[in-house]
Every structure is written in structure tokens, then in C-alpha cells.
Nanobody, 124 residues
């Protein structure tokens, strides 16, 4: 079992930055997928970025060049640095993980472990 706890959300003006953190309760294997998803009111949950030390990193087109995903293995913590935020980035952000995979899809069904979600609000 893995518990994931997100932190770092909040409110920011357009053009600003935030860094989200996702602390895992245990060591994550090198081939585990850890990802960020987000869900805006009335919309489907969508993948934002994924990290896998073996497979690599990926980003959704909507955040490329603005968001950076990283992981501190010593702290078992995943990060999402968000810059140049705009109101369309307003959503509840979720951290998700598995315990080993050679593919990190943006599919809710792939990930057995989820955080509780954290709100990010960007005002214009």
C-alpha cells in the first residue's frame, strides 16, 4: 500500500507560479510511474505530467514549457513546478502512482494509488 499526500496548492494571479509536492509513504521502485492529474469543475480528470526513472518524463501539450515534474528519491516526494499559470490551469490537482510499469499512460485506471487532491486557483 502507498499513501500519497499533496501539498503546496493555493491561489495565485495569472502569470504566477506554484510548486506542488506529493509525499509517498514508502520508497517507490525506480520503474514506478508517478503522475499529476487535474480536474476542473464539470470536466474530466486529465493527465498533466508523469515521471518514471526508467521510462522518462512526459507532459500534456497544454502544460509543456510551463510545468516541470521532478522527484526527490531520498524524500520519496514528487514535485510539479508550475509557471506562467493562467485561469485555465484552475483545478483540483491529484498525485497518482503505481509500483512498477514500463508505460505511464494518462489513464485513471492505470494508477492504483491516489492522493486526496489539492486546489489550485488562478485568477485573471
Amino acid at each position: 500500500q502507498v499513501q500519497l499526500v499533496e501539498s503546496g496548492g493555493g491561489s495565485v494571479q495569472a502569470g504566477g507560479s506554484l510548486r506542488l509536492s506529493c509525499a509517498a509513504s514508502r520508497y517507490m521502485p525506480s520503474n514506478s510511474c508517478m503522475a499529476w492529474f487535474r480536474q476542473a469543475p464539470g470536466k474530466e480528470r486529465e493527465g498533466v505530467a508523469s515521471f518514471n526513472r526508467v521510462v522518462g518524463i512526459s507532459y500534456a501539450d497544454s502544460v509543456k514549457g510551463r510545468f516541470t515534474i521532478s522527484k526527490d528519491n531520498a524524500k520519496n516526494t514528487l514535485y510539479l513546478q508550475m509557471s506562467s499559470l493562467n485561469p485555465e490551469d484552475t483545478a483540483t490537482y491529484y498525485c497518482a502512482a503505481d509500483l512498477g510499469s514500463n508505460w505511464c499512460p494518462y489513464s485513471r485506471d492505470h494508477y492504483p494509488y491516489w492522493g486526496q487532491g489539492i486546489q489550485v486557483t488562478v485568477s485573471s
